[in-house]
């Protein structure tokens, strides 16, 4: 399946039914009166997050999408019946906003979140509404309320509990496929991976998931190479596996080139805790590996694991240290849930 993590679409709710003008005929009642009914109300457009989608990728062939008016109202105040609402399904994760693509209207972050994108028109009143001691038999009547039309971005930011960062050829994909099932392209040139690729991790009982996103380049901010438009999906995670190639000439210098681009883009993500490794130890000499891991650790000021995707050498130790981090993570939500629990306890 393509991957597909941005969308505009053009949404409208069903406008409301109009009033019916209606009067009673029956046979026996003198003074029969006005019995028009209310038209009814036209359906709504929402949003919710499905667990089964991780891409946007149906809203490449549809983009328009449009809730049933409601039907009139009628005769002995019969009110008509409301239109069918529609619900856009979209991934976790996926955040919803205006048309300036600025604006946050909602951020479905957890199964079955849903948000209301457009309400659709209340229905118009019938001329039962009208009567009065003064209006008899009013002929009066009014349609139904136009519904909402507006143009919405989707944007996807996946679900993960960690990230894999570093510059192009750095291993990461390698990585991910030592430490998951996950089976994401890799090849002996730059930009292999073109788009996120999720695996999930296990230890000791311990179920978390990893995303490993396309390698940044100096000038990443300013659109250099893939740009920076895919690290929206690491902006939830809990940490980052920093991997730098230990083949490279100057590690502190790869090392830097991402923290800048990272920090260009968002002072919080940069933030994160961070794990940095030296990856590709396999194909380095013990002094290498050595010298290059002191040169890392300087410029990182932070212990470097030596680690390498191939052999799985260094590999449970940096695992380990996730973990501990992931866990530090979900503790720390459950006791921010924890109170707002309490206070709807009855």
Not at 137 to 162: C, F, H, M, N
Not at 180 to 194: E, G, I, N, Q, W
Not at 237 to 262: K, P, S
Not at 334 to 342: G, S, V
Request: charged share 25%; hydrophobic share 40%; with cysteine.
């Amino acid at each position: 399946m393509k991957f597909l993590d941005q969308a505009k679409v053009y949404i409208q709710s069903g406008k409301g039914g109009p009033g019916c003008l209606s009067f009673r005929r029956e046979k026996f009642i003198e003074f029969g009166g006005p019995d028009g009914g209310d038209g009814g109300k036209g359906g709504d457009v929402w949003a919710e997050a499905r667990e089964n989608l991780n891409t946007l990728i149906d809203f490449r062939y549809q983009q328009h999408f449009k809730a049933q008016a409601g039907r009139g109202g009628s005769g002995q105040n019969r009110t008509g019946a409301g239109g069918a609402d529609v619900v856009l399904a979209v991934p976790v994760g996926t955040q919803i906003f205006e048309e300036d693509n600025e604006t946050l209207i909602a951020d479905l972050d957890r199964p079955g979140a849903r948000a209301l994108l457009a309400e659709g028109g209340y229905g118009g009143l019938g001329n039962a509404r009208y009567k009065s001691s003064t209006n008899r038999s009013p002929r009066q009547t009014s349609p139904g309320y136009p519904g909402v039309e507006k143009i919405v971005w989707l944007r996807l930011k996946l679900i993960a509990d960690a990230g894999l960062v570093g510059l192009p050829n750095a291993g990461k994909s390698t990585f991910l496929s030592a430490v998951s099932r996950a089976r994401p392209k890799v090849a002996d040139y730059p930009f292999t991976t073109l788009h996120p690729v999720l695996g999930v991790i296990e230890r000791h009982g311990m179920r978390a998931v990893l995303a490993d996103i396309p390698g940044l380049i100096e000038g990443a901010h300013e659109g250099a190479g893939l740009g920076t438009r895919f690290l929206g999906h690491v902006e939830r995670c809990a940490a980052l596996v920093h991997l730098v190639d230990g083949t490279a000439e100057d590690v502190a210098d790869n090392y830097r080139i991402v923290r800048e681009e990272l920090a260009a883009y968002d002072a919080a993500l940069a933030g994160k805790p961070e794990l940095v490794a030296l990856n590709k130890i396999n194909a380095l000499d013990a002094e290498t590996i050595a010298e290059r891991r002191a040169a890392l650790a300087d410029a990182a000021g932070a212990e470097v694991f030596a680690v390498s995707g191939v052999s799985g050498e260094g590999v449970p130790e940096v695992l380990h240290a996730l973990f501990e981090a992931i866990s530090a993570r979900r503790a720390g939500e459950a006791e921010m849930a924890a109170p707002q629990a309490e206070g709807w306890a009855p």
